[in-house]
């Protein structure tokens, strides 16, 4: 069976899209076919895999897998990506989405930035700590469609910044996702530091993916809120990704929760192919 799919990059976040919303491809297991069509050797290569299906009161509903076939809830940049999709098939300058029984909205900005508007992000003890390499290291748990741990680079100790600036994150940012304190699902991982300019400079490891991507559209959302509190980074904040893409995030704080946050960032096809389903 031919499958169509298309190669998408929000910001360095990059998907498989696959449009079911006909329903033509219902039989597909989806968590099955996912790490096959992600494995980046002998695959079609990315983060996730982004599944269209059809919506009785909006566009169309997405369903969202991660590289290693987890179901992967809500994915900001992967919502962003489906929107651009869509639009660009319809001729729309808008579109509404459900994912994981909430209604998005999305828009279109330019050719290739697309915004979208996230769910409102409860702001409530937060801050926790980890023991790490016998440290105790504050951090900051918040959901944004996703678990994320967010942590500051300023907050480590040298012997691990130096393991990061070495190293990479993989190895402490597997650590901190499969802590005992955040199962059975795991968590997210965000490491963020605040330039001279004031810009959120932000890397990610996804659980799911597990490994550091280039970018992460919940991840974004996750440190732009704790940035604003711990650090008094004001809105709209701009996150400075890992692929070197920016993405802005806006929202309004009440004292207790984000409301009206808005994620932006460019949101691009790279090619479209067909993939060989047995």
Request: net charge neutral; aromatic share 12%.
């Amino acid at each position: 069976m031919n499958l169509k799919f298309i190669k998408m990059t929000g910001a360095g976040n990059d998907f498989i899209l696959i449009d079911n919303r006909d329903g033509q491809y219902d039989h597909i297991k989806w968590a099955e076919l996912a790490p096959k069509l992600c494995n980046r050797y002998f695959g079609v290569g990315g983060d996730g895999l982004l599944v269209l299906n059809s919506s009785h009161s909006v566009d169309f509903k997405l369903d969202y897998y991660n590289s290693d076939g987890s179901y992967g809830g809500m994915c900001g940049n992967g919502g962003r990506c489906a929107s651009h999709y869509y639009m660009d098939m319809e001729n729309f300058e808008t579109s509404k989405f459900e994912s994981l029984d909430y209604i998005y909205h999305a828009s279109r900005i330019n050719k290739s930035d697309i915004l979208l508007k996230m769910k409102p992000v409860s702001f409530i003890n937060i801050k926790d700590f980890i023991n790490l390499f016998n440290l105790s290291i504050p951090i900051y748990f918040i959901n944004t469609g996703a678990p994320h741990v967010v942590i500051f680079i300023d907050d480590l100790s040298e012997d691990i910044k130096k393991k990061i600036n070495v190293y990479g994150i993989n190895e402490i940012g597997r650590i901190i996702r499969y802590h005992e304190k955040f199962q059975p699902d795991g968590t997210n991982v965000d490491f963020l530091e605040i330039d001279d300019k004031g810009k959120v400079v932000m890397r990610t490891y996804e659980r799911g993916v597990e490994t550091e991507t280039l970018a992460c559209g919940t991840g974004a959302v996750a440190c732009a809120t704790v940035a604003h509190i711990i650090k008094k980074i004001p809105v709209p904040v701009e996150i400075l990704t890992y692929s070197k893409n920016i993405l802005r995030v806006s929202f309004k704080f009440n004292g207790s929760s984000f409301e009206e946050v808005e994620l932006k960032g460019p949101a691009l096809k790279v090619f479209e192919g067909i993939y060989k389903y047995k």
